[in-house]
Each structure stands twice: as structure tokens, then as C-alpha cells.
């Protein structure tokens, strides 16, 4: 191994250690990210970090595409095992897949859609990462070929044209209603995801898997996967 493969290597190691490191404290003391306490955990003095990451912003960048990026497996795992001729499943899949991914990393989750971290601005290499489930389940929609959506109110004009702009940039094959349908899908299962970590459920509903199963299955309904 060269001199030069060998530093890579070292400084792909250290990397993670340090992120690791990082994802251990966002569990202790949540998004308010501190690199004196990563370093010290680490048994290195704070001034060593900024020769693997910049800034305390660089390093939150680099956990927030990671765990964007671990989502985004998840959910994509979870399609591949459902054939592609049940799209109901596959839809079923994913929103379990991350529903289990948000349960098993709470802190990440936080990260990633709990409250906006003060002072962090995320950069534009977040955006891609941050869409992949949404990008996901309109794949799903836009391969199914035997939608049967209910009608609905019809979907505003200035609505519409934000809804084509996003359809024309990402090259989809579908309406600018079944989008309308996914971003609703999108933000339901987010928003009844972020009330089970965040404790909103305490003490309303038991069974957790019944509730969150019928209401994903429920909104497949409103975007037309057929039953």
C-alpha cells in the first residue's frame, strides 16, 4: 500500500470514528452538537477535529447525509422484496421500513426532522439525500398501471404549476394530481412517524403497528394503489 492510500485510508477511518462519535452525543444531548465533547469522547483535543471537519456545521452535514442516505436504504431494500406487480405492497413496505429506521434511531430521526438545529443553515448537498423517500414512493405510484384513485377537489391552479415545475425537474411520468397525492402521502407519514418518537402517542393508542399499518393503507387508498 502507498503512502498516499495509506493517509486515505487512516483519514477514512478517522472520519468515522468521529462521526460515530458525534451520533453517540446527538443520543445524549440531541441536535445541540458540541465538538469539545465529540473530541473529548474521543480522547483527543478539539483542535485534531477540524483536519477531518471544518466546522461544527461541516460535521452536522456529514451525519445528516449519512443518515438521509441510511434512510434512503432502508426504504429501497424494503421495495426490492415486494414484487414489482404489487405495488400496494411495495407502498406498505417502505412506510414500515421507515417507520422501523425512525424507532431504531431516534436521535438521527431528530436530526433529520425534529427542531431546525439554531444557527445551521443545511447546505445544498442535503436536498438529494432528503427526497429520496418521497422520490421513492412516486416511483411507486408512477409505475403502477391500474390506479384507481377517488375523486377529490380539484387541484388549484397556482398549486398546479408548483406541482408541474417538480414533475418537469425530476423527469417523473405522472400527473400533477398523483403528485398532489404523494406529497400528502409523503408528509401523513412523516408527520404520524414524528408523533411516535417524539412521545405524542404516549397514552392515546397501544397498538402502535394496527394504527400506523391502517393509516398508510388508508392514504394508498387516496393515491389509487389498487387493493
Known amino acids: 500500500m502507498s503512502a498516499s492510500s495509506l493517509r486515505s485510508r487512516v483519514r477514512s477511518e478517522m472520519s468515522q470514528e468521529i462521526k460515530e462519535a458525534a451520533r453517540a452525543r446527538l443520543a445524549m444531548d440531541g441536535a445541540n452538537l458540541s465538538l469539545r465533547a465529540v473530541a473529548r469522547d474521543l480522547g483527543i483535543v478539539a483542535s485534531a477535529l477540524y483536519r477531518y471537519f471544518p466546522s461544527r456545521d461541516a460535521l452536522l452535514t456529514a451525519l445528516i447525509v449519512d443518515a438521509y442516505r441510511d434512510l434512503r436504504d432502508a426504504a429501497q431494500q424494503a421495495v426490492e ?99 398532489d397525492r404523494v406529497l400528502l402521502a409523503w408528509t401523513h407519514l412523516f408527520g404520524a412517524i414524528t408523533f411516535e418518537v417524539f412521545g405524542r402517542m404516549d397514552d392515546l393508542i397501544r397498538a402502535r403497528d394496527e394504527y400506523f399499518q391502517r393509516h398508510v393503507l388508508l392514504i394508498a387508498d387516496l393515491v389509487g394503489l389498487p387493493g
Open 81 to 179: 422484496a415486494v414484487p414489482a406487480h404489487q405495488p400496494r405492497g411495495q407502498w406498505l413496505a417502505v412506510c414500515c421500513a421507515v417507520r422501523a429506521w425512525a424507532l431504531a434511531h431516534p436521535a438521527e430521526y431528530g436530526l433529520l426532522y425534529g427542531t431546525p438545529v439554531p444557527g445551521y443553515a443545511a447546505p445544498p448537498e442535503t436536498v438529494e439525500p432528503a427526497a429520496a423517500v418521497l422520490l421513492l414512493l412516486a416511483r411507486i405510484v408512477g409505475e403502477s398501471h391500474e390506479l384507481q384513485a377517488p375523486d377529490i377537489e380539484p387541484v388549484p391552479e397556482a398549486l398546479r404549476a408548483d406541482l408541474r415545475t417538480l414533475i418537469d425537474q425530476r423527469g417523473e411520468s405522472m400527473s400533477e394530481e398523483q403528485l
